[in-house]
């Protein structure tokens, strides 16, 4: 027997589920959820007992929790000088043109701050108020609005898409009328991995799309595998909208943005140009960064990628997602998202980071879960043209960090694993690889914003 450990969130027991050991190769290889039939109703996810446990998938002799590491305000302090160091130097070293990242410790918003320029023809300074597209961290949003309106009994969790959406048909009939709302979140819909992006880049229009799912082959039946879709996933939004007869975009801004303080969240390219300070996209041009124009593609799928934020923003953000803000996302409802619905192997590799620290991952109601060296982390990553953003949380030490930039760079990314890294007390490695940084050619500090260490807000 193998015995997987199931992650309840933020700081609640973990319970064990033996599962027979034969099971676990086919598991990992396949990427199947585990829960219940499409016929069995369930209204509260975390009460069904059906959710993956997704840790250890692959050695019993880690089955005991990882203990919490000591975190002082020394070691605060130190990491955030290794932060802005680090930063500097990416934006110093011409691998971004701009970025920001924000850290939450403990309920507070611990520190926010800047780096390089919003535009590099324009030069303005990035700050931690700077708006950048989140991307894929915009599915989060999507799956926190869906659980506000489960709790308020508008709908359910097991509710068929096609009951509220009728323009919803799959080659597979029968999984089309199956397809329930949180097999949608966790991209159990049944098509091949990411269906009709290519289409979306090419400016097809989503309604149009919508209407030709039912041409492309399964890859699995409805609810039977994981692959990630950004078209499909956006059935999210017509779900609301039949629910209560609003737009999606602006029933996350009442939900969400406003209660939560996230004062220049907004969706759409019009509103990211609007913004005080917004970071333009940077790509690749004959060795340097050429800036270029957002574009509309991806925003035409708002609850997939159309989210706008700051760093100060994603601060507000980090603090609800770990529970300190239950006056607009409430502890259960957090734990709720958070539980791990299907596996995603094919996520432990690639980066440097992954590929060394990642033992399993799943993913859950619009985010990633990872075994983070026996450690669990919530996480989310995003990219469209010209931007990138990493976004973690560590429920147990009550940690959460994410970082924003404006350029289709990797070496940026490698800030974030240091933070998890130094939270966690484990081996200094340097992710942002030295020999691709060039060596400072300034010191000006990053521009900050300091919150008093009392205030959760």
């Known amino acids: 027997m193998v015995v997987f450990r199931q992650n309840r969130g933020l700081g609640r027991a973990l319970a064990a589920v033996a599962v ?4 676990v190769a086919a598991l990992l290889a396949a990427g199947v959820a585990m829960g219940e039939s499409n016929a069995a109703p369930h209204n509260a996810l975390a009460s069904t007992g059906s959710h993956l446990p997704l840790r250890p998938l692959l050695d019993p002799q880690t089955a005991a929790p990882v203990p919490l590491t000591v975190w002082t305000a020394s070691a605060e302090v130190a990491l955030l000088a290794e932060l802005d160091r680090l930063s500097q130097s990416v934006v110093d070293g011409g691998h971004a043109p701009g970025m920001a990242w924000v850290l939450v410790s403990q309920g507070r918003l611990v520190d926010a701050r800047g780096y390089g320029v919003t535009d590099i023809n324009r030069r303005g300074q990035v700050g931690p108020q700077t708006v950048f597209r989140l991307a894929s961290l915009s599915k989060a949003f999507a799956s926190a609005l869906t659980g506000l309106l489960v709790d308020q009994g508008v709908i359910e969790w097991s509710d068929r898409v096609q009951d509220l959406v009728p ?5 597979d009939d029968a999984g089309a009328g199956h397809l329930r709302i949180d097999e949608l979140l966790s991209h159990r819909v049944g098509l091949p991995h990411n269906t009709y992006d290519r289409q979306i880049e090419s400016e097809q229009p989503y309604p ?8 492309i082959s399964p890859l699995c039946h409805v609810g039977d ?6 078209v499909a996933f956006s059935l999210i939004g017509d779900v609301v909208f039949a629910a209560t007869g609003d737009f999606f975009s602006h029933q996350v801004e009442k939900r969400l943005f406003h209660p939560l303080g996230m004062t220049t969240a907004t969706y759409g390219r019009d509103a990211l140009f609007a913004s005080p300070s917004y970071a333009s996209p940077h790509v690749r041009s004959r060795g340097r960064w050429l800036a270029v124009t957002p574009k509309e593609t991806y925003y035409r799928l708002p609850p997939a990628a159309g989210v706008n934020a700051s760093a100060l923003d994603m601060g507000q953000w980090l603090l609800a997602q770990l529970g300190h803000r239950p006056d607009v996302l409430p502890e259960n409802l957090v734990s709720i998202l958070h539980e791990p619905q299907v596996l995603t192997p094919g996520e432990v590799g690639g980066s440097g980071w992954r590929r060394e620290r990642l033992h399993a991952a799943a993913y859950a109601l619009g985010w990633r879960v990872f075994d983070y060296a026996g450690h669990d982390l919530i996480f989310h990553a995003g990219a469209v043209q010209g931007y990138r953003a990493v976004l973690g949380l560590l429920p147990a030490e009550d940690f959460g960090f994410a970082v924003l930039w404006n350029a289709e760079s990797g070496v940026p990314s490698g800030v974030f694993p240091t933070a998890l890294d130094r939270r966690l007390a484990l081996p200094e490695h340097d992710w942002l690889q030295p020999t691709r940084i060039a060596k400072p050619r300034k010191t000006t500090p990053g521009k900050r914003l300091r919150v008093s260490s009392g205030s959760s807000r």
């Not at 323009?167 to 080659?171: C, G, I, V, Y």
């Not at 149009?208 to 041409?215: H, P």
């Open 167 to 171: 323009a919803l048909l799959l080659k």
């Open 208 to 215: 149009l799309l919508v209407e030709k799912l039912n041409q």
């Open 225 to 230: 595998c994981y692959a990630y879709q950004n």
């Open 20 to 23: 027979p050991g034969f099971m």
